[in-house]
């Protein structure tokens, strides 16, 4: 369970995220949608250290994550995937996972990379070829199988749909869905395709300008015709 | 047929050497987009490290161990409380403390070493070997300069390719956000990557002083040859940087035996000219897209 108490962060006078709480409960996918620029991206940062807090605590399953550097959380079970997907072109495939499991300080298995390809086929094709050649919705369910052998107990994902064929979007959100219900995986999900994210998400959370302005059951924003013309655009 | 041996093998010897020093600024310059100017005085440093514990009796090869050691040490120390400083500002800071490192080292060897020429021994002899009754011009040294950078260059590869050390540090190199967030200690990457380069700098200069003299300014040229070796390699690639070397060695080698040796500088200049032309990405640029 990840939990936000009050975070406020910016990157200059203004502020970029301001007061914002949250809690992403065991087993359940928690999205974060508003309008480009909302802060989205900026609280999952936040979360993960690369933009320092101003005020406010972050923790994971009630461990305060305050002082806890970027690099330790992967260990701790935190595994956030960043806006843009953050493949290493330059690697190879199984490169790139490997480097998911050293994240949690462990060896990669023929186990692991067996599990994360079973998940993906198309990746076990391209295993030793450089990262650079996959399409886009191959390259976010290789950072997402990445993220996956870190065996995080929280996953960030930051607009996993953004620039993917609305079919793909569809094939990898069964696919956390289905992670979620049989691993418990928690995950957070930010979007801006709000559409798609509360199709899959238990519950919401929606920015405005750095500020929660509604969050409730995911059902009961997707019905809210106000609230949907206001902030989420669909 | 006896000049065109000799050119080559000169040039071989002499491309190896290159292929070092470019080796040693493209791992840093891919690693943080620093061209790090102090390569040459570190490596000086280091060579007087072995030519004092030489002349005051130990063996070369504890003269050459040590400086390698020096080497490791003196690129460590340099990115952690030099480079370190100014980093996540413009990278063109670091590039000016490098160059302002370069002048406090010259400074530095003067006054700790003096400044006049001393000789540098080099091992296995500085005779050419003979094939029946010609002399060629391979000698032990070359031999030993061959294999030395050649068995370096393969520790590398092992290190980066067969490794999880390496793919932390490739992936550092790559991208360090990424890395960070994948809990690759991003920060003693940067200076392992820093402390190797300098190791591999520290056997250029030995090497490039085998047999020679040293003085606090002997590996200031090589910086020139080194960097043009790493440009005609791309910059970014040490492949690349092997075989700039290699090919820099061998043209160089061609124009001074025929052509006229004092026209090596000149060829140089004309073919980092020619390279940043003709292909400013160098014979190995990717067309991959880097993400800066
Ligand atoms: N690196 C940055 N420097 C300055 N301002 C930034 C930076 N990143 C984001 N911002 C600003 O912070 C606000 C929130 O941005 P962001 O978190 O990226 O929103 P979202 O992910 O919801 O689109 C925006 O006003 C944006 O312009
Ligand atoms: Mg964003």
């Known amino acids: ?234 | 047929m006896q000049q065109l041996l000799t050119t080559v093998l000169t040039g071989v010897t002499l491309g190896v050497v290159y292929a070092a020093f470019a080796l040693a600024l493209v791992l840093i310059w891919r690693a943080t987009r620093i061209v790090n100017f102090a390569q040459a005085p570190m490596a000086m440093i280091t060579t007087y490290i072995a030519l004092v514990l030489i002349d005051a009796g130990y063996s070369y090869w504890l003269g050459f161990a040590a400086a390698l050691l020096s080497g490791l040490v003196l690129g460590a120390v340099v990115e952690r409380f030099v480079v370190r400083f100014v980093s996540g500002k413009s990278e063109i800071n670091a590039v000016i403390l490098t160059l302002g490192l370069f002048i406090v080292l010259h400074a530095l060897a003067a006054i700790v070493f003096g400044s006049r020429y001393r000789s540098f021994p080099a091992p296995f002899g500085l005779r050419g070997f003979q094939i029946g009754d010609t002399t060629i011009a391979l000698t032990g040294f070359g031999v030993f300069t061959v294999v030395a950078v050649a068995v370096v260059m393969v520790g590398l590869v092992l290190l980066f390719r067969g490794t999880d050390l390496g793919l932390r540090m490739r992936a550092s190199a790559f991208n360090q956000e990424v890395s960070r967030l994948l809990g690759v200690k991003v920060g003693r990457m940067l200076t392992l990557g820093w402390a190797l380069a300098a190791l591999v700098g520290s056997l250029s200069g030995l090497l490039i002083a085998g047999g020679g003299l040293v003085h606090p300014s002997y590996m200031d040229g090589v910086v020139v040859y080194g960097f043009v070796a790493a440009v005609l390699g791309g910059l970014d690639s040490p492949v690349g940087a092997v075989v700039g070397g290699l090919l820099l060695g061998l043209s160089l080698s061609l124009v001074s035996g025929y052509v006229g040796s004092e026209l090596v500088p000149l060829a140089a200049l004309v073919i980092l000219m020619a390279v940043l032309l003709l292909k400013p990405g160098g014979l190995f640029a990717s067309v991959r897209e880097r993400r800066v």
């Open chain 1, 1 to 234: 369970m990840l939990t936000v108490d009050n975070l406020s962060a910016g990157y200059g006078p203004v502020p970029a995220l301001d007061d914002v709480s949250l809690t992403a409960g065991h087993g359940e996918i928690t999205a974060v949608l508003g309008a480009n620029g909302a802060g989205k991206t900026t609280l999952l940062r936040t979360i993960s250290g690369l933009v320092r807090a101003r005020s406010g605590t972050v923790s994971l399953d009630g461990r305060p994550l305050t002082g806890v550097s970027t690099e330790d959380l992967p260990a701790l079970g935190l595994a956030h995937v960043p806006e843009g997907r953050g493949v290493l072109a330059e690697l190879t495939v199984e490169e790139n996972l490997r480097l998911g499991a050293l994240g949690s300080r462990r060896k990669t298995t023929a186990a692991d990379l067996r599990r994360i390809y079973d998940l993906f086929p198309v990746l076990a094709e391209r295993g030793t070829g450089l990262a650079h050649v996959l399409s886009g919705g191959e390259r976010q369910m290789l950072v997402i199988g990445r993220a996956l052998l870190s065996r995080p107990k929280v996953l960030l994902l930051d607009e996993p749909s953004l620039g993917l064929a609305p079919k793909v979007v569809v094939q990898i959100f069964e696919l956390l869905r289905g992670l979620v219900r049989d691993d418990g995986l928690t995950v957070v999900l930010v979007e801006q395709n709000a559409r798609s994210a509360l199709s899959i998400a238990d519950h919401g959370v929606v920015l405005n300008l750095g500020k929660v302005v509604v969050r409730d059951d995911a059902a009961t924003l997707a019905a809210d015709d106000g609230l949907r013309h206001a902030y989420l655009g669909f």
